[in-house]
């Protein structure tokens, strides 16, 4: 398994606000994704963040909005900017990890954000 | 894109009782993981079984099993001697290479609810 530690767990936001999201491995991993999971859905993926390149988003997912950092292979930071009502969701960090048995996923426990 | 579906949004079972939550997904490869999590109302993700497409055997985790049918391209998961703890949403996740570098996607999930 892996130890993923993220910070804060929630937070009470103001509309135009930014709000930055960390998220720390206890050990080196290539891949890392953050994942968004609006009140009562699914987890929807946000982006890839590999160290060292820029973060891959995914469809309807912009950088001006959702800045990611990835300074090394054990860290990484989502920023949610110009925070609205709609961005009100759990944002979750996850990483994967090669074992024996191949590829296993693992999150973090999330960050509950509520923007006024 | 890769899709997965859970038609099941709520399902129910007495404790000690066997329940069965299904999923299907729709993809073109061959290579690929399959995964069902648990998310209690602590909103933490957790890994349940993981099942890997070229297996043919089903994965099993103590009292969690899988029926993975491949050219069905069903997985369901099958929970026995039910406990109250079990009680979370479950997700139905896919995951391979192409797919973002092994990101998942998600089902709707299905609220499981365990009653006395």
């Known amino acids: 398994s892996a130890v993923i530690s993220q910070k804060p767990s929630r937070d009470i936001c103001q509309r135009g606000t930014s709000l930055t999201i960390q998220c720390q491995v206890d050990?080196?991993?290539?891949?890392m994704f953050w994942y968004r999971q609006q009140p009562g859905q699914s987890l929807t993926l946000i982006a890839t963040?590999?160290?060292?390149?820029?973060?891959?988003?995914e469809s309807g997912f912009v950088i001006d909005k959702f800045p990611i950092s990835r300074p090394n292979l054990t860290f990484s930071t989502l920023t949610v900017s110009n925070m609205s009502p709609e961005d009100s969701s759990i944002y979750l960090c996850s990483v994967m990890r090669t074992g024996t048995t191949g590829e296993k996923l693992f999150f973090g426990s999330g960050t509950q954000l509520s923007v006024l | 894109a890769q899709t997965v579906t859970q038609s099941q949004p709520e399902m129910s079972v007495q404790e000690a009782e066997t329940v069965t939550l299904s999923c299907t997904y729709d993809t073109s490869e061959s290579d690929y993981y399959l995964f069902w999590y648990k998310q209690p109302p602590s909103r933490q993700m957790i890994l349940v079984i993981r099942q890997e497409a070229y297996k043919q055997q089903n994965a099993t985790e103590n009292r969690f099993s899988v029926n993975f049918q491949k050219a069905a391209k069903s997985f369901s998961l099958k929970i026995s001697d039910s406990q109250l703890g079990d009680a979370a949403m479950y997700f139905c996740?896919?995951?391979?290479?192409?797919?973002?570098?092994?990101?998942?996607?998600f089902g709707k999930g299905t609220s499981l609810l365990v009653t006395p």
């Open positions: 050990s080196q991993v290539t891949m």
């Open positions: 963040a590999n160290q060292g390149s820029e973060a891959t988003y």
């Open positions: 996740a896919y995951s391979s290479f192409s797919n973002s570098g092994y990101a998942l996607n």
